[in-house]
């Protein structure tokens, strides 16, 4: 294992360094992608050689229609059934067995369609038979170089793991990295951003954190993962003793851990938000190309000052990121940490920035933080560090406020369709928001993202966006 640590640094605990690991669950989500296309491709290949061993030709119709018909029931059988998890891309016979049972359910379930469809004589068992075995075999074979591969090339190593320790019993996992929290500067009773953006690029792309603190922090420590948006888990040695369900047991250290944070979404439910994230700002930024044009123009000729302002951000896993948006306010005005609310009339902002900010054209550059990652086309909007409610910080507000970074800040978001935008004069105006935000986290699906979308182009001007 390797531990990793940073320069002290009390008066700058900013720039303290931290080494961001690769992100291991694209590389599994990669693989995912070459195993469908792989078994696609040895599907097919194995009812050729059946229809050549069989019929005496390579592409024999018959076997070749059978095989697209089988497709995509096997599909959606191998998914359900874990065919492609991250177990199988290391543990050969499990790989093994799901496929078997994935290719008998689907042939069976065809064998049943036709039957009632009385098109079995159309097709020769024979070589469908042959045809099974072969896709097997061949798939089979593929997994086995997959999982030789992984372990040859990439010694097992599948996941990311960390372990933080933070005074807690000793432990440990293999393949994981181990850091101290007090050699990192990590508090959980401090709130600071800048701290917990030392956090979140510390979490970043890890799949699992293990936490090892006393029982007076494990709260504090749960929110914090909570807050991040990913698996988190606190060593407990009483629930190991208790032989507690509902826990991640370690038999071999005599320790167990408490599971207090999983994500708001699975890696599928990833993968279908960054597509329609990249789908929709892509289109966007060539649709809407004329506009940011003429604006960025405008915006130049008015006063000679640069048409884009960019600011720190709080974004997933309580990360800062710099949130591009077209310049509003007069150049020597401008506001980098958002500490003054911008209010009706506001004296700063310019006559075109007041005709973009109330018809939301300043956000579209946004469309290039999304294309980054740095933000999706849904999400709860992010704020400048700087913010205040009632003179007081949205953290200091409602301790909760952290929990709706652990999923990306969006372009727009239920808070904002529900009118909940503009200056935060009262703490209201932010625990509305708040309120929203958590609720969008908790029932997310790409069909409310979709809705969302379309309820933002009836809200684009409103009376608060000023």
């Known amino acids: 294992m390797n531990r990793l640590s940073g320069p002290l640094s009390a008066d700058q605990p900013d720039q303290i360094e931290i080494t961001v690991p690769p992100s291991l669950e694209r590389r599994r989500l990669r693989a995912y992608i070459a195993m469908l296309l792989i078994d696609l491709i040895l599907l097919h290949l194995g009812f050729a050689l059946a229809a050549f061993a069989y019929e005496g030709f390579w592409w024999e119709g018959r076997a070749i229609l059978a095989a697209q018909a089988l497709l995509p029931i096997f599909f959606t059988i191998a998914l359900y059934n874990s065919s492609y998890c991250a177990r199988a891309l290391i543990d050969w016979p499990y790989a093994m067995r799901k496929l078997f049972v994935a290719l008998v359910i689907s042939a069976a379930l065809i064998n049943f369609v036709a039957f009632y469809t009385k098109s079995n004589a159309v097709f020769s068992r024979v070589s ?8 097997f075999a061949l798939m089979a074979l593929s997994r086995w170089l997959i999982t030789y591969v992984i372990m040859r090339f990439f010694n097992g190593k599948i996941r990311n793991r960390l372990i933080i320790q933070d005074g807690g019993p000793s432990f440990e996992l293999e393949n994981s990295k181990i850091v101290v929290a007090q050699d990192l500067e990590l508090d959980p009773s401090n709130h600071d951003p800048i701290m917990l953006d030392r956090l979140g690029k510390l979490l970043r792309h890890q799949d699992k954190v293990v936490v090892s603190c006393p029982a007076e922090r494990r709260g504090e420590w749960a929110f914090l993962l909570k807050s991040a948006g990913i698996h988190g888990e606190i060593v407990s040695e009483h629930a190991h003793r208790l032989g507690a369900v509902n826990v991640q047991l370690y038999d071999d250290q005599d320790r167990s851990t408490l599971v ?15 597509l329609f994230d990249i789908v929709v700002a892509a289109l966007g930024l060539i649709i809407l190309s004329p506009i940011l044009i003429i604006t960025a123009v405008l915006i130049k000729m008015e006063d000679g000052g640069p048409a ?3 600011q720190q951000r709080l974004g997933r896993g309580n990360q800062l990121f710099k949130m591009v948006k077209f310049r509003s306010m007069r150049e020597e005005r401008s506001d980098e940490d958002g500490t003054r609310s911008t209010a009706r009339d506001d004296e700063r902002i310019t006559w075109i920035g007041a005709f973009i ?15 980054r990652g740095d933000m999706s086309i849904v999400g709860p909007r992010p704020h400048a560090l700087g913010s205040r409610a009632n003179n007081k910080f949205f953290w200091e507000v409602d301790g909760q406020y952290w929990r709706r970074h652990s999923l990306k800040p969006g372009l727009t978001g239920l808070a904002q369709v529900r009118g909940h935008r503009g200056a935060t004069e009262i703490e209201s105006d932010l625990t509305n928001r708040l309120q929203s935000d958590l609720e969008y986290i908790a029932r997310w699906s790409l069909l409310h993202d979709i809705e969302i979308v379309f309820q933002t182009l009836l809200v684009l001007r409103h009376d608060r966006a000023f």
């Open 260 to 274: 207090v944070s999983a994500g708001p979404l699975g890696i599928r439910a990833r993968a279908a938000k960054r």
């Open 308 to 310: 884009f302002f960019t």
């Open 128 to 135: 469908i038979s042959l045809g099974l075995v072969f896709a």
């Open 357 to 371: 900010r109330a018809n939301s054209i300043d956000e579209l550059p946004q469309l290039w933080n999304v294309l």
